[in-house]
């Protein structure tokens, strides 16, 4: 019976369950044992990087650089005389690594030719407050070791990392968080191409200073894990000590559902992104759980599973638009594999996708690298493929593949799907997946090991005195809990709460309201709707700080003023912060007034209302006047008491 790939992939798609993520309960994800844990990365704001004296946080454009290094890495043997996986998959690739290289931002150190400095003690300082914060357990002494990295993203094919906390807690609004530990470590290289067998790195963000905050997997469905993850960057931006912006805060999310593996979303940009990636990372393993469990019914020895496959000339295909590297077209055949290729993994996705990107990665193949026999939008006629079972001696439940590439990685893709196939019958794969904006994922990296790990001889223990670690504790802000519980209390919108904490201002605002008796309320909605508002609308000079927007109600405060008229102030005083407050308020015409005086046109404007618009609604009457009288009362009274005195 001939299949029918797009009802394949719907049938495929309904046996798992899918459903949109803004569909999902608690139940759903009950249902597949979804469990996640994160990897919350996070630059340190220092002077300098973490083991060498260059600059940190100056950031070149990506054709900006003096000099070019070439590289090609290959594994070395762990401690216990074995190598990593990932370093073996790195090293299949044939990688060629450039690095561009600015001399501001780079030295000797960073590229392998010069042993480390001490540890910078700014950095340190900085990863122990938060590793208090985060209520772990401080080591008494910090060991510096090795993390072999293969992909190129750090020169010297190590980064330098010390776990400086173990098993902490984190208090969430609904829910306590355990922390594994926390680690700082050297940030890696920025990637601008990643092409065939050459890729290419900028130096400039290499070797400055990160933590990495590491929990258990706790979380039982998306939007909690994304709640974490906000909850650690905003217990991070608390201390005023890290870098914002972009690329400063990345996240790894590892997630699994019941009967799955570990797999780690690599380098997710933006928390908004977590609960579509994990939601979708979980469902597409429940399905592969489901595709083994199929194809098991028909493939009974698994070790003895192989693929065959067979060179076909460019004549047998003809009429199919090939890519410019298919100097070698190969068929494959995937025995009792028929329906795996369009099965359902991912929305927009199906187990094909699987191959084709492991492909790209290893093979170094670029897409589009293969055909194969369940494609929803057929390229190859259905004569072609017969020409190529016949070719390939397939049986009636096997599915196949065409290859192409240069000769060179032909062989290496062949392992490569054969590989992924053996993977789908014993089950999910441990890999490093890269996030798309969509929300789904591809292929990455074989997920790394313990064996990457060993003690880095260059660089010297450092004790960690009680004494020390206790002074440290006495300068801390307050936990995040108690700031969260504050904005409760002073019912400020939730709406506002995460624009003020990622922004750290709840500081600022704390101070307007307990010294400048400013309403709770409208300090709160000033931050987290107005001031972000007009963040977004206006521009924003380099000489603007925060600050002045508490210097700004104090000034208003001891004129006298009312502080609503701060709402039309503020972008005058992002766009000229040099201005004085004085100033700014001539721009807007104000003229200092009593209420009284105010209050008293009320019955004039209500008479002439009512002479010229006979038949209006109450509400009309209110809303006229007040139109006419808001610019005068602004900053002079109370607009609620106005209204009041209008109705």
Known sequence: MKLNPKKNLEESRKKAGYIPRKKATQKDYDRIGFMSGLEVHQQLLTKEKLFCHCPAGIFNKSEDYDAQLVRHMRPTLSELGEYDGTALMEFRT???????????????????????????????????????????????EVHITRKQYLDGSIPTGFQRTA???????????????????????????????????????????????????????????????????????????????????????????????????RVEIKGVAHTKWIPELSHNEAFRQWSLLLLKDELLKRINHVSDWKITHQPIKKSILKDVDLPEHAEVLVAVNLPGFQGALSWFTQPGKMFADEITDRLKVIACIEKPNMLHSEELEPVVSEKQWAEIRNKLSSGENDAQIIITGTEDDIQ??????????????????????????DGTTIF?????????????????????????????????PEDMIERYRKLKAWNIPEDTYA?????????????????????????????????????????????????????????????????????NMLPELLEHPKMDFDSILSGLKFKKMKAEAIVDKVPVLLEKFNQSKTGSEPGDRTNWVMGQLRNMALGNMDLTVLSKKIG
Not at 105 to 124: G, H, K, S
Not at 422 to 437: D, F, H, N
Not at 446 to 473: C, F, K, N
């Open 499 to 567: 624009y003020i904490f990622s922004k750290n201002h709840f500081p600022i605002i704390e101070r307007i309201i307990n010294e400048l008796g400013i309403d709770s309320v409208f300090a709160g909605t000033f931050f987290g709707h107005t001031l972000k508002f007009a963040e977004g609308h206006y521009k924003v000079s380099p000489d603007f700080t925060y600050k002045m927007i508490y210097g700004m109600f104090g000034y208003l405060k001891k004129k006298e003023i009312h502080p609503l008229i701060a709402v």
């Open 94 to 140: 044939r990688k060629e690594i450039i690095y561009r290289i600015k001399n501001r931002t780079a030295c000797t150190y960073e590229v392998d030719d010069t042993p480390p400095f001490p540890m910078n003690r700014e950095a340190l300082e900085i990863a122990l407050e938060i590793s208090l914060l985060s209520k772990l357990n401080v080591v008494g």
């Open 444 to 476: 990455e990296r074989v997920l790394p090991g313990a064996d990457r790990m060993y003690p880095d001889t260059d660089s010297a223990p450092i004790p960690l005195d009680d004494a020390y670690i206790e002074s440290l504790s006495h300068n801390l």
């Open 163 to 261: 776990i400086l906390g173990v098993e902490g807690e984190l208090e969430l609004p609904h829910k306590k968080i355990r922390l594994i530990q926390l680690s700082i470590e050297e940030d890696s290289c920025r990637e601008i191409s990643d092409i065939g067998h050459t890729r290419i790195y900028k130096t400039d963000r290499l070797g400055m200073p990160l933590i990495e905050t590491v929990t258990y997997p706790d979380c039982a469905n998306p939007d909690e894990l994304r709640e974490t993850c906000d909850y650690i960057r905003f217990l991070n931006r608390s201390t005023g000590k890290v870098r914002t912006g972009m690329g400063a805060g990345r996240q790894d999310v590892n997630v699994s559902c019941r009967g799955g593996s």
């Open 412 to 437: 290496t893709a062949l392992e490569t799907i054969e590989e992924r196939c053996k993977m789908a019958l014993e089950g999910i794969p441990e890999e490093t997946r890269k996030s798309l904006p």
